[in-house]
Protein backbone atom coordinates (compact mmCIF):
# COMPACT_ATOMS: atom_id res chain seq x y z
CA UNK A 1 0.00 0.00 0.00
CA UNK A 2 1.60 3.24 -0.93
CA UNK A 3 -0.43 6.59 0.78
CA UNK A 4 -0.05 9.61 -1.32
CA UNK A 5 -0.64 13.83 -0.08
CA UNK A 6 -0.62 16.21 -2.15
CA UNK A 7 0.01 20.26 -1.02
CA UNK A 8 0.80 23.59 -2.44
CA UNK A 9 -1.88 24.35 -4.30
CA UNK A 10 -3.49 27.83 -4.28
CA UNK A 11 -4.90 30.89 -6.01
CA UNK A 12 -2.48 32.15 -8.33
CA UNK A 13 -2.75 34.98 -10.85
CA UNK A 14 -2.45 34.58 -14.65
CA UNK A 15 1.27 34.10 -15.30
CA UNK A 16 2.32 32.83 -12.13
CA UNK A 17 3.89 29.67 -10.57
CA UNK A 18 3.44 27.17 -8.50
CA UNK A 19 5.10 24.08 -6.80
CA UNK A 20 2.87 21.29 -6.48
CA UNK A 21 4.33 18.30 -3.80
CA UNK A 22 3.14 14.85 -3.09
CA UNK A 23 4.70 13.33 -0.28
CA UNK A 24 4.35 9.64 -0.13
CA UNK A 25 4.48 6.75 2.76
CA UNK A 26 4.22 3.20 3.01
CA UNK A 27 5.44 0.72 0.47
CA UNK A 28 8.66 1.25 -1.74
CA UNK A 29 8.71 4.47 -3.34
CA UNK A 30 11.16 4.12 -5.00
CA UNK A 31 10.03 1.16 -6.72
CA UNK A 32 7.13 3.17 -8.94
CA UNK A 33 6.18 5.12 -11.79
CA UNK A 34 4.46 9.11 -10.44
CA UNK A 35 1.90 10.86 -12.58
CA UNK A 36 0.08 13.58 -12.56
CA UNK A 37 -3.19 14.18 -13.05
CA UNK A 38 -6.04 17.06 -13.20
CA UNK A 39 -9.47 17.46 -13.43
CA UNK A 40 -11.36 20.60 -14.15
CA UNK A 41 -15.44 21.02 -12.99
CA UNK A 42 -16.95 19.12 -15.88
CA UNK A 43 -14.36 17.68 -17.12
CA UNK A 44 -12.41 14.36 -17.54
CA UNK A 45 -9.65 13.91 -15.91
CA UNK A 46 -6.68 14.18 -17.93
CA UNK A 47 -2.82 12.94 -17.52
CA UNK A 48 -0.32 16.17 -16.86
CA UNK A 49 2.67 14.35 -16.42
CA UNK A 50 4.69 11.66 -15.40
CA UNK A 51 8.18 10.50 -14.44
CA UNK A 52 9.83 6.70 -14.51
CA UNK A 53 10.72 5.28 -10.79
CA UNK A 54 14.37 5.95 -11.84
CA UNK A 55 13.60 9.24 -12.74
CA UNK A 56 15.29 8.90 -15.57
CA UNK A 57 12.48 9.50 -18.05
CA UNK A 58 9.56 12.45 -17.94
CA UNK A 59 6.48 12.47 -19.99
CA UNK A 60 4.50 15.57 -20.37
CA UNK A 61 0.61 16.65 -21.71
CA UNK A 62 1.50 18.77 -24.86
CA UNK A 63 -0.61 21.44 -22.94
CA UNK A 64 2.26 22.05 -20.60
CA UNK A 65 5.33 21.07 -22.14
CA UNK A 66 8.05 24.13 -21.77
CA UNK A 67 5.97 25.22 -18.76
CA UNK A 68 5.95 22.43 -16.42
CA UNK A 69 8.78 20.15 -14.84
CA UNK A 70 7.99 16.52 -13.06
CA UNK A 71 10.97 15.63 -10.77
CA UNK A 72 10.90 13.15 -7.93
CA UNK A 73 13.39 12.64 -4.73
CA UNK A 74 13.72 9.06 -3.76
CA UNK A 75 15.49 9.97 -0.28
CA UNK A 76 12.53 12.07 0.61
CA UNK A 77 9.79 9.95 -0.43
CA UNK A 78 8.59 13.25 -3.07
CA UNK A 79 7.08 13.96 -6.19
CA UNK A 80 7.01 17.78 -7.15
CA UNK A 81 5.21 19.31 -10.29
CA UNK A 82 6.62 22.91 -10.68
CA UNK A 83 4.31 24.90 -13.25
CA UNK A 84 5.28 28.23 -14.51
CA UNK A 85 3.15 30.56 -16.68
CA UNK A 86 -0.19 29.13 -15.53
CA UNK A 87 -2.52 30.13 -17.31
CA UNK A 88 -6.68 30.16 -16.43
CA UNK A 89 -7.20 26.91 -18.21
CA UNK A 90 -4.86 25.15 -15.72
CA UNK A 91 -7.20 25.56 -13.09
CA UNK A 92 -8.28 22.32 -11.53
CA UNK A 93 -8.02 19.68 -8.74
CA UNK A 94 -4.43 17.86 -8.93
CA UNK A 95 -3.67 14.52 -7.73
CA UNK A 96 -0.72 12.76 -8.06
CA UNK A 97 -0.47 8.71 -8.36
CA UNK A 98 1.81 5.69 -8.21
CA UNK A 99 2.14 2.96 -10.56
CA UNK A 100 3.94 -0.47 -10.32
CA UNK A 101 7.37 -0.14 -11.88
CA UNK A 102 7.46 -3.33 -13.25
CA UNK A 103 5.12 -1.97 -15.39
CA UNK A 104 5.41 0.76 -18.58
CA UNK A 105 5.12 3.81 -17.37
CA UNK A 106 1.41 5.55 -19.34
CA UNK A 107 -0.37 8.56 -19.42
CA UNK A 108 -3.61 6.41 -18.43
CA UNK A 109 -5.26 7.41 -15.24
CA UNK A 110 -7.00 3.87 -14.80
CA UNK A 111 -3.81 1.89 -14.83
CA UNK A 112 -2.38 3.82 -11.64
CA UNK A 113 -2.97 1.79 -8.19
CA UNK A 114 -2.75 4.58 -5.64
CA UNK A 115 -4.24 8.37 -5.25
CA UNK A 116 -3.97 11.33 -3.91
CA UNK A 117 -6.81 13.20 -2.21
CA UNK A 118 -6.05 16.29 -4.74
CA UNK A 119 -4.86 19.74 -4.11
CA UNK A 120 -6.73 22.66 -6.02
CA UNK A 121 -4.97 25.35 -8.14
CA UNK A 122 -6.76 28.26 -9.38
CA UNK A 123 -5.13 30.48 -11.83
CA UNK A 124 -7.08 34.12 -11.99
CA UNK A 125 -6.98 36.11 -15.38
Known amino acids: QVQLVESGGGLVQAGGSLRLSCAASGRTFSGYHMGWFRQAPGKEREFVAA????????YYVDSVKGRVTISRDIAKNTVYLQMNSLKPEDTAVYYCAARRGTYSITDNSETYDYWGQGTQVTVSS
Open 51 to 58: ITWSGGRT
